[in-house]
């Protein structure tokens, strides 16, 4: 195994090279004379021939499923699922970069974070961002309108996760909700209380996965590759109006390359981009949990990545270029004078935010590491709890595409538990009477 390991690191530069001359090739086919690729618009329920949607999983895993529709403040069209438990405390998940709500589904009963809420006695609601699969209409803005994908994370926080906050209070009749969010979900919590904090009254408390704010320290090889040809790809892309990295071409990639003996290149790839230390495992196993979709109830080639726009990348990009940097979508110097003052949009207002937050974290999380963390422990005031997977090889994406990471819901669950106890001790018993029964 140590052998094996020594190879995979000695071929991480040239993967790394090899990953940048794609990115590079991909660009100038893009940016040529020919016609863009047609965005094929997907059906009202965000179905294909490649895909499982939440529904679809939530019905095999024998769960009741909802679906509800949310329109932001700026015309996007959104949906929600729900896993419905009338008269129960809310909780409203957010997932992560190119993701959905099947994010929380995928692991299946026993291990998925949303089933084990439910189970728990929570009424839990899961939004599917703008862009995404389930997610693709506008009231106005077609999907093939790039003005559609001009949008990074800054409007997930600020629009799609009010929205949706908004929703489930209206729809529920509490006043307020429970906030589970993984990596970019968890970002755009702290997006949105710091923007706009009157959200703050409406958390009861905000429980907050691998967090990513600052990156000038991330040792991950994704956000090093975005890094290194964003402005490239940017300025190149932005003229020619692609904004979009679409769902079926990732999708038809997917189930094209990654099946078969194919499937540990891929797992290689994937793996090598999350910077997962457990790399060498998955790829000399025939029987991978993460790609092997036919096997043991797993979907991940069938669920994720999904569609999403290209500046959510850019966005960061930017935040990995100085130290301490957890900003807004800096366009240019001339519309962040008109927008903030300044030549550059500051830091987010961290100290606005008064929700209660819980922290979770991973030893080996390249995304999140303890320098770039350190900027978010210094300015959220209002952390309560800053807990660390004990397992010293626990990385980023184990938080929900890992059985591992159940000690991590177990506490969450728990840290709900008492915050409801502390709120209302007769929400205490509720819930665990919900559990029983």
Not at 113 to 142: C, I, K, P
Request: aromatic content about 12%.
């Amino acid at each position: 195994m140590g052998t094996m390991a020594t190879a995979g690191t000695s071929l991480a530069p040239r993967l790394l090279l090899l990953t940048l001359w794609l990115a590079a090739g991909v660009a100038g086919c893009w940016a040529r004379d020919s016609p863009r690729p047609p965005i094929t618009p997907l059906d009202p329920d965000g179905r294909d021939e490649y895909t499982v949607t939440a529904g679809e999983l939530l019905t095999k895993f024998g769960y009741p499923h909802e679906r509800h529709r949310v329109v932001t403040e700026d015309g996007y069209i959104l949906t929600m699922d729900r896993i419905p438990r009338p008269g129960s405390v809310p909780v409203l998940m957010v997932p992560p970069l190119f993701s959905a709500a099947v994010t929380y589904l995928v692991l299946g009963p026993g291990y998925a974070q949303a089933l084990l809420l439910y189970d728990a006695g929570f009424d839990v609601w899961m939004t599917n961002l703008r862009g995404s699969v389930s997610s693709s209409r506008h009231e106005r803005l077609s999907t093939a309108d790039p003005r559609y994908w001009q949008y990074s994370y800054h409007e997930h926080g600020v629009y799609d996760v009010t929205a949706s906050v908004d929703t489930v209070l209206s729809r529920t009749g509490f006043k307020q909700l429970l906030y589970v969010g993984f990596s970019m979900g968890s970002a755009s919590f702290l997006i949105m209380t710091s923007s706009r904090p009157e959200y703050n009254d409406k958390i009861m408390a905000a429980f907050l996965q691998a967090p990513v704010t600052a990156l000038f320290y991330s040792e991950n090889n994704l956000i090093r590759i975005v890094r290194a040809t964003a402005n490239f790809t940017e300025g190149i892309f932005r003229e020619r109006g692609i904004l979009a990295l679409p769902h079926r071409l990732i999708r038809e990639v997917e189930i094209k390359v990654c099946v078969g003996e194919l499937r540990v290149l891929c797992n290689f790839l994937y793996l090598y981009l999350s910077n997962s230390p457990r790399y060498m495992d998955y790829v000399v196993s025939s029987r991978s949990r993460i790609w092997n979709w036919e096997a043991d109830n797993y979907f991940f080639l069938r669920t994720l990545p999904v569609s999403g726009s290209l500046p959510t990348l850019w966005h960061f990009a930017q935040q990995s270029h100085a130290p301490d940097t957890f900003r807004p979508y800096h366009f240019n110097e001339e519309q962040s004078m008109r927008l903030y003052g300044t030549p550059v949009p500051p830091n987010y207002p961290l100290e606005r935010i008064t929700a209660p937050v819980y922290v979770y974290r991973a030893n080996a999380d390249s995304f999140t590491v303890e320098k770039d963390y350190a900027y978010l422990q210094r300015n959220l005031r209002t952390m309560v709890k800053d807990f660390v997977h004990p397992d010293p090889l626990f990385s980023h994406f184990e938080f929900v595409f890992s059985r591992k990471s159940l000690i991590i819901t177990q506490t969450i669950i728990n840290d709900m538990m008492n915050v409801l106890g502390s709120i209302d001790p007769n929400y205490g018993p509720v819930m665990q009477q919900a559990t029983s029964n």
